[in-house]
Each structure stands twice: as C-alpha cells, then as structure tokens.
C-alpha cells in the first residue's frame, strides 16, 4: 500500500509542476518589428520578439526573445499608462548615421510599457 501512496504523491507533485511550467508569464508581452532597428549595440532584424522583464516598479531587467533564443538584453523603465493599450506597438526613433532606435514597447492589453534605456548586451 505504500508504493501506491508513493505513486500517487508523485503524480501529484508531477502534475502541480508542470502545470506551473506552462504558466503565462505575467512579466512578458510579445511584439512585432516592421523594420530593423538597434537596441542598444543590437540589431534587430523585422520579425517577431516576445519581451520579458524581472523587477519590481521602476527599472527593470528586460530580456528580448526571438524563436526561444534571448537575442539582447537590456535595462527599461517600467511606465504605467492610463489605460490598457489597444494593440501591441513599438516607437521607434531615427538616430543620424546609426537607422532607427527601439525606445518604447507597448503590448495589447496591458497597463504598462517598457522605456528602453538603449543599452544592450
């Protein structure tokens, strides 16, 4: 009777596990770039990222993921917004000599945004 009980403890374990494994992330928001663009000394080619953070309010530690490999990281600031955005964006600026900048990403349905401090590693 023992190993039974053994058995079914594992299960449960195993079961609670994997359950939080393929939890959504909450500190995470996917996103499309229409046109290259640098973050930091990275270039980013047009495709689709998923960004995610760790951090409390403030600064943030951002990791930018394309195909389940982290392609830079970087710092940001964590901006809350009045309201939820409706779409997922990104702002991009135009620096002389240097294409465009990645400064701001938004992501649909969520109350905050990710201010890029433009380094990368």
């Not at 973050?39 to 409390?56: N, S």
Request: proline share 5%.
């Amino acid at each position: 009777m023992r190993t039974a009980d053994f058995l079914a403890l594992v299960c449960v374990f195993a079961l609670i596990f994997s359950a939080a494994a393929f939890a959504k992330t909450k500190d995470a928001g996917s996103f499309d770039l229409a046109q290259p663009a640098r973050l930091g000394a990275i270039q980013l080619q047009p495709g689709h990222y998923k960004a995610m953070w760790t951090g409390t309010n403030g600064i943030v530690n951002v990791a930018i993921v394309q195909n389940g490999k982290t392609v830079a990281t970087t710092k940001a600031e964590l901006k809350p917004l009045a309201k939820p955005a409706p779409y997922s964006a990104v702002t991009v600026r135009a620096v002389p000599n240097h294409g465009n900048r990645v400064e701001e990403i938004q992501f649909n349905n969520r109350k905050d945004a990710l201010i890029l401090s433009g380094t990368a590693g």
